[in-house]
């Protein structure tokens, strides 16, 4: 411990210290030739601790001395760092050496504290430390886990080290930085490096003289530091290896002192400023000149870190907003602080009325400079999907939406890796807060070929327009256009124990966007022929569908065919000879009706009476739906743990003995490996009144447990499910992720079968329709679209899902040969789109230009929701919407516009009325038939002939669907 000045905090943290629980310790103090209390205190307590605290005077020299002095005094096996102005944990050295002890590790990292002052009292406060956090929980090689060095804190107080690394290191002294200089030497030396989870250490980020909290000469030590770090690195030889990831380093921590060269709080110093900036600029420009392109900083980096980087642009702007900064008055910065908060709050503002623009959908729609102050994402990806063509060799990977990197795509992903797709540019998306865990991830797994894009970020919405090929195990978003060029494989997520699509109660409207990306794929996946007879089914997509299913069986199952992970992931944690099972429940709940609360509550105390019961060589892991599993804390239990997140789910799977599951899909993936499932399914009876299920659980061979201890007592017993396995596990293969992308890739013959949908030859019929309402009308058309001729026709009835969601009941009277396409209707909108709608439907302005325009957006909305597909038959039952109207028209096949909502009283007497119908009336062009009564029809007669509608249907009253397509066949 060196000391030098610090009498304030000296006493709490020599308190700290003889407080620990470890008796064979020795405590090195080096007295750094302080000039206040400091050395009386620590003679005072050297007095009551003879026997293992020893303290050394010496003349001042730095902290890099006393630490250098301290090492050369020190006898024990392990070497502990702790500055005299921060506090311990009572266990931090019992807890760090048991660890190294135990797992012969060279150097243990704990996790610490953030300690602040506060000005009107004496308390402090205590936050944890994140600046640095190791992603791996286990003992680790740095030469194979390269990207962890990148986590690693340049602090030398968070580690206790082996006391031999530093035979030949030491801190550099006269130098501040001094500990960056050597300590990720220090790491690359360490054969193992082991990670405990404990916060033991306790940082105080406030004392006087801080010296990170100001900017004086010793900043500039910071380049000095650095080169030191590279010099030895280069000695060691390890520069080259770990090339990148020093990169990193150097660049975070040259950039984090730009916030005190550019603020006005440091004034009087802009000579050192300057200084500081030509050192960066010369270091950068001779060891990383194109540090900008460092992966790191592209994916991992945090928002702070890419604003301060923003902040680094050529010598002579740096140099000019410096001076700036100097001079610029401390009223006009405090003025333009206080303007940039307002612009932010006007951001947020925004933000939030952009989510809730639905709400205004009248005023947002129809107000063209609302849309020129923020693009939505519909708009821009539009303007790309308009402007730019596809690029041949762009693949784009999205699994769940972003949330993840798992899987189906994962296995993929792994597969890419081969030579053979060096062509392609692989990239996948992420959410903005899961792209750090991510990138460790596929780091871990040496998936280095790949690069990260931020989810909804511009780069992104080009991407999804512009890729050759797109693969997600969800959906893409609502706005998504299918090109013709591109090729689309959906592999879906799970074989379906639950029910989907049509058949979910309550929940008929429901299909939206889903089915709509079912309907664009050129590809759909699945691992058996139960999960492809489902989906075809309940989502409808046997008519219309035009690309090809692969019954390959699912990539991600590979997994399990790989009997050397088992070994060495056991191995890695220390679980070679234990009872290894793993838990993933089904989430409860529905996206509209969240029950997370509820779940976790059951299931905490469903661990406890289990926790009880397991015995010590045994272990459960947990993996629970991301919307719960932050909710549960794990520190109470002994056998239960999370899923390790160094792992990729289904590697880690692979590791275990047995599965614990309850209505999940996971079931039929884990099947595959023929280890033990077990179902526990304590709400059985709760969740089986909500969902329907395609299998009787007491049908499968799986053992069933509703309590604690029947589940106790089927982890003891033996079972199988020969024919489980057989029917839904069959097509997996240890091939599968290979077989799958040299497919979709390289265009290579499948040894699986690869056919499209086989349907009957009938005629396609759409039947758009203005929605639905609980009442007989409703019921009416029901009745009147199920006598229908399914054996001629294939029927789809249309609307938007808004429409029929408060009745989405009565889409269940649709007798099963009657399909539906439910529609998230909402319009991609150009500017020009928006400004022409607006001149045309609500001015009544029409030109050659504004029609087309139009015409151009009902063109892109059809294929947006249907793609290639197309109808022999499309009728506009009572639709009066204008984007739909000019849509329908935009159909090969046949039109029928029906005006039976035509209202002619209305129509005589109400000049709004007239002139809204007026609108569709002198718009006809396109409709091969128009019907209606012939009161109508004589009476808009002209108008017919002037938009040459080819065929009248009058009838006295109303004409009825089956009547209506005779006479059109006829």
Request: proline share 3%.
């Amino acid at each position: 411990m060196p000391v030098y000045n610090v009498s304030r905090y000296l006493r709490n943290c020599l308190d700290s210290i003889v407080a620990q629980t470890m008796e064979d310790i020795e405590l090195i103090v080096v007295n750094d030739g302080s000039t206040d209390d400091s050395l009386s205190i620590l003679k005072e307590y050297e007095v009551q601790y003879p026997e293992w605290m020893h303290v050394y005077t010496t003349e001042n020299r730095g902290v890099s001395h006393a630490r250098n002095y301290g090492i050369e005094r020190a006898s024990g096996e392990y070497l502990l760092f702790v500055d005299s102005d921060d506090f311990v944990e009572p266990e931090i050295c019992e807890k760090l050496y048991e660890k190294a002890a135990q797992d012969n590790n060279d150097v243990v990292i704990c996790r610490y504290n953030d300690v602040y002052e506060n000005a009107d009292s004496d308390m402090l406060t205590v936050k944890q430390g994140k600046a640095f956090e190791i992603v791996i929980g286990r003992n680790f090689n740095i030469h194979e886990t390269k990207f962890e060095l990148t986590h690693i804190s340049p602090f030398p107080w968070d580690k206790l080290y082996r006391r031999t690394l530093f035979e030949t290191i030491r801190f550099p002294e006269k130098l501040r930085f001094e500990d960056l200089a050597i300590m990720y030497c220090l790491m690359t030396k360490a054969t193992s490096i082991g990670v405990i989870e404990d916060r033991l250490y306790n940082y105080r980020r406030a004392s006087e003289g801080s010296f990170l909290s100001n900017f004086s000469e010793g900043t500039l030590d910071i380049v000095t530091s650095l080169r030191l770090f590279l010099k030895q690195m280069k000695e060691q030889g390890n520069y080259e290896e770990f090339k990148e990831e020093i990169e990193y380093i150097c660049t975070r921590h040259l950039l984090v002192r730009y916030d005190a060269i550019f603020d006005t709080a440091t004034k009087g110093k802009l000579d050192i400023k300057k200084e500081m900036i030509h050192n960066c600029v010369d270091f950068f420009h001779e060891f990383f000149p194109k540090w900008r392109e460092n992966r790191y900083l592209l994916y991992t980096a945090s928002g702070a870190s890419r604003k301060k980087m923003r902040k680094y642009t050529s010598r002579g702007k740096m140099i000019r907003s410096a001076t700036m900064c100097e001079y610029t008055p401390v009223f006009v910065t405090k003025t333009l602080r206080k303007m940039k908060k307002i612009q932010d709050k006007i951001k947020k503002k925004w933000k939030k009325f952009s989510k809730a623009k639905n709400k205004f959908r009248f005023i947002y729609n129809h107000i063209p400079g609302i849309k020129l102050l923020h693009l939505p994402n519909d708009v821009q990806y539009t303007m790309f999907y308009e402007k730019l063509g596809v690029n041949e060799n762009d693949v784009l990977f999205e699994s769940k939406h972003g949330d993840d990197i798992a899987g189906n795509i994962f296995m993929m992903l792994q597969a890419m890796g081969d030579d053979k797709y060096r062509d392609f540019h692989i990239m996948v998306t992420l959410k903005e807060e899961n792209i750090s865990a991510y990138s460790a991830l596929l780091a871990r797994y040496g998936i280095d070929y790949v690069d990260i894009i931020t989810t909804d970020s511009k780069e992104y919405l080009k991407v999804l327009a512009t890729a050759k090929y797109l693969i997600t195990d969800t959906s893409f978003p609502p706005y998504y256009i299918k090109r013709p060029e591109q090729v689309y494989l959906n592999t879906w997520h799970g074989t379906p124990l639950k029910a989907m699509g049509r058949i979910v109660p309550k929940r008929e409207y429901a299909l939206g966007n889903v089915q709509r990306n079912f309907y664009l794929a050129d590809y759909l996946l699945y691992q058996n022929k139960f999960s492809r007879d489902i989906f075809v089914e309940d989502y409808m997509l046997a008519p219309i569908f035009n690309g090809k299913v692969m019954l390959s069986g699912y990539p991600r199952n590979s997994a399990f065919f790989n009997t050397e992970r088992y070994d060495a992931i056991r191995s890695e944690l220390g679980v070679e000879d234990m009872q290894v099972m793993g838990y993933m429940p089904t989430w409860r709940g529905l996206l509209n009706k969240k029950e997370n609360k509820k779940q976790v509550s059951e299931l905490i105390n469903y661990f406890y009476e289990l926790d009880m019961l397991l015995r010590d060589d045994q272990v459960l892991y947990v993996k629970l739906h991301p919307f719960v599993k932050s909710e549960v804390n794990y520190d109470d239990f002994t056998h239960i743990v999370p899923f390790p997140e160094e792992y990729e789910t289904y590697d880690f799977l692979n590791a275990t003995d047995l599965l614990i599951t309850d209505y999940s899909s996971i079931m039929f993936d884990y099947a595959v490996s023929k280890k033990k499932i077990i179902l526990f399914t304590y709400d059985r009876e709760e969740y089986l009144n909500d969902r329907g299920m395609y299998l009787d659980l007491n049908d499968l061979e799986f053992p069933i447990a509703d309590t604690v201890e029947q589940l106790v007592k089927e982890i003891k017993k033996d079972s199988s499910y020969p024919k489980f396995h057989e029917e839904f596990c069959s097509l997996d293969s240890a091939d599968t992720a290979e077989e799958v992308c040299e497919t979709l890739f390289l265009k290579k013959e499948p040894s699986f079968s690869l056919e499209p949908i086989q349907r009957e030859n009938k005629k396609k019929v759409l039947i758009l329709i203005s929605g639905l309402r609980n009442n007989a009308t409703s019921e009416q058309l029901m009745e009147r679209i199920n006598e229908l001729d399914t054996d001629r026709y294939d029927v789809f009835l249309c609307a938007k899902a808004s429409t029929i969601r408060k009745a989405t009941s009565v889409l269940s009277k649709l007798r099963d040969e009657i399909n539906y396409i439910p529609l998230m209707f909402d319009v991609n909108y150009t500017i020009k789109d928006r400004i022409a709608c607006l001149k045309s439907f609500k001015f009544g302005y029409s030109s050659k230009r504004t029609e087309g325009l139009i015409r151009r957006l009902a063109e892109r909305e059809r294929v947006k929701y249907f793609g290639a597909i197309n109808f022999d038959i499309v009728i506009n039952l009572s639709s009066l919407d204008q984007i739909l109207f000019h849509m329908c028209k935009s159909f090969d096949g046949v039109k029928i516009f029906n005006m039976k909502s035509f209202e002619y009283k209305k129509y005589t007497q109400n000049k709004d009325y007239r002139k809204f119908m007026d609108y569709f009336l002198n718009r006809l062009d396109g409709y091969d038939y128009v019907t209606g009564t012939k009161q109508i029809l004589k009476l808009n007669q002209a108008v017919f002939e002037q938009n040459q509608v080819k065929h009248l249907i009058g009838h006295e009253s109303k004409l009825e669907l089956p009547e209506l397509l005779k006479e059109v066949d006829r």
